[in-house]
């Protein structure tokens, strides 16, 4: 946390009013950087003299002004968190900027004949005319019969009519919540969990909590402990390739998982869409828990990120309510790009399009592990992402700030956190995310350089 205690002048403005200008002064001078976190509100008002309340206006006037920011259970940041370079880091697109965005989990792209000829195929088609029109929530019948097909790639045996098609995995996760909690509700996730988790907690005002996690994910012993004060209407999680960590839950955990579930009434929401890049993982969670499971499978990591297609796998008796779900936020998935998706699925595209995308995979993990390998990260093979634990005295916040300085966007641990636990001292590193192997090998030779040295020391604080 940044030590901020101004001197605020004698004036006849408003004392709340003095410490936003204040704020927004030493920001503006370089004082405080992007990322800096702020003293609480209690802390700052005993170190001014003030009522907390004073604070809290000072705080709301500057976060008016686009200045900082405040992450729920997390406290208040130094920057706009409208712009995305406050989350992960994104580099701009401006013409010329150098900048290597390792920050974005990214699937990699590749200029692909197969999408030109889909796309001209589909332009020819005699029925083209029907894909046009409105379709049912839950998706077309061989729509959804796709859907059942990709889920088995990934390691789930479903029927058909347990498959809706979403607007890709986020939208899913998106209807699971929204159908399965109310606001105020209790929602467990990962301690370190998808950033758009938090997103999507402020819009449907449910309570995000954070499990404690090992190196394969989520603890069953934390789960267990989480749910004997008060309970909750669901688990989100990653048990495969997990963003940020690229854990992956052993089966017997898996297990484990599923009998907590059932003792208390717990869905799963589990998120897979990393999977078919480690097909050497265990069953999904659903597979040993179809009655509460609610399993995720995308074609956008494996296949195309703007394929913004998902598939939520469900209970039988919750299809329709899901389906609902649908109709209030979309209607329905784009039949197009369903319809594409489909195909490829159908006619083996899509597992040659994944083959090439495990193959580079594997190339840059190559490249990570000679470059980075003297130092200390997590992965998997065929991972797009590593968890890159920094070495003492190195912190994620100030290591993200230096690699941004030095031109190399990673995304800090602070950006996964959920609660107020302290974060590990940690980034993930996208190694999918750079357009080529030559790209993604200066910047991790940046990001090894840096951590040749120690931080650079902070600004004096009297």
């Not at 939208?171 to 938090?198: C, K, Y």
């Amino acid at each position: 946390m940044t030590i901020w205690s101004p001197t605020i002048p004698d004036s006849d403005e408003p004392r709340y009013l003095a410490i936003a200008n204040a704020l927004a002064a030493d920001i503006r001078d370089g004082r405080l950087q992007d990322g800096d976190r702020l003293p609480t509100h209690r802390e700052l008002a005993e170190a001014l003299g003030v009522a907390v309340g004073t604070i809290t206006r000072a705080y709301t006037e500057t976060e008016r002004r686009g200045l900082i920011h405040g992450i729920v259970g997390r406290g208040t940041f130094v920057g706009d968190a409208s712009h995305p370079s406050i989350v992960l880091g994104v580099a701009t697109d401006e013409p010329g900027d150098a900048t290597i965005d390792l920050s974005l989990n990214l699937p990699v792209y590749e200029r692909d004949p197969d999408l030109a000829s889909a796309l001209h195929a589909l332009a020819e088609r005699p029925d083209l005319g029907a894909l046009l029109h409105y379709q049912p929530h839950a998706g077309a019948a061989r729509h959804r019969a796709a859907g059942a097909a990709w889920a088995k790639r990934f390691g789930l045996e479903a029927s058909p009519d347990r498959v809706l098609v979403c607007a890709g995995a986020q939208h899913a996760v998106t209807v699971a919540l929204a159908t399965l909690a109310n606001p105020g509700d209790r929602i467990l996730t990962e301690s370190l969990t998808f950033p758009g988790m938090r997103t999507l907690a402020g819009l449907l005002h449910f309570r995000p909590e954070g499990v404690a996690m090992d190196a394969e994910g989520i603890r069953p012993d934390a789960l267990a402990a989480a749910l004997r004060t008060e309970s909750a209407k669901a688990l989100y999680l990653m048990p495969s390739l997990q963003n940020p960590t690229a854990g992956v839950l052993s089966e017997g955990r898996r297990q484990e998982i599923v009998a907590i579930a059932r003792e208390h009434d717990l869905a799963i929401v589990e998120d897979d869409v990393h999977r078919i890049l480690g097909p050497l993982a265990p069953p999904p969670l659903t597979h040993f828990a179809p009655e509460r499971g609610y399993y995720i499978a995308s074609t956008s990591k494996a296949i195309a990120g703007a394929l913004r297609i998902g598939f939520l796998i469900a209970p039988p008796a919750m299809v329709e309510r899901l389906a609902l779900g649908i109709w209030a936020t979309i209607w329905m998935a784009t039949p197009l790009t369903a319809e594409i998706a489909a195909t490829w699925i159908e006619d083996g595209t899509a597992d040659r399009i994944v083959e090439r995308k495990r193959q580079e995979a594997a190339a840059r993990q190559d490249i990570a592990a000679r470059v980075l390998g003297h130092l200390t990260y997590r992965s998997q093979p065929h991972a797009f992402h590593i968890w890159l634990e920094l070495p003492a005295p190195w912190r994620s916040e100030g290591f993200t700030r230096e690699a941004r300085r030095r031109g190399v966007l990673v995304a800090p641990a602070e950006a996964f956190a959920v609660g107020r636990e302290e974060v590990p001292h940690a980034v993930r590193v996208s190694l999918s995310a750079a357009p080529t192997r030559a790209t993604l090998e200066r910047g991790l030779a940046i990001l090894a350089d840096i951590l040749r040295g120690p931080p650079a020391p902070g600004p004096s604080i009297v």
